[in-house]
């Protein structure tokens, strides 16, 4: 992920997904796109707890949380993850 001091908050899942994608290494694009999406749920303590924490999720008014509705910020990152996801499978 790029470095979230020096980067904007998204304040929606796309904007996420966006800053996402401009910090990861063509190798970690890869090996995330050969995972199944059945899978992911591997990230979820990792790299979803980094995105939950570099991207506020945990506090109530995010504008990132909010744009979700009602959910959890543990659901919130798994939301993320996947739309990481599925962005690198239209490549």
Do not use: Y
């Not at 979820?44 to 910020?73: A, C, Q, T, Y």
């Amino acid at each position: 992920m790029s470095d979230e001091k020096n980067t904007k908050l998204p304040e929606t899942v796309d904007e996420a997904v966006s800053q996402i994608l401009d910090g990861m290494s063509a190798d970690d694009k890869k090996s995330l796109k050969n995972t199944q999406k059945k899978d992911l749920i591997k990230f979820h303590f990792g790299w979803g707890m980094g995105i939950r924490n570099g991207f506020g999720l945990w506090n109530p008014d995010s504008p990132l949380l909010k744009s979700m509705g009602e959910v959890h910020p543990d659901d919130a990152s798994g939301v993320i993850i996947e739309a990481v996801w599925k962005k690198l499978q239209e490549k």
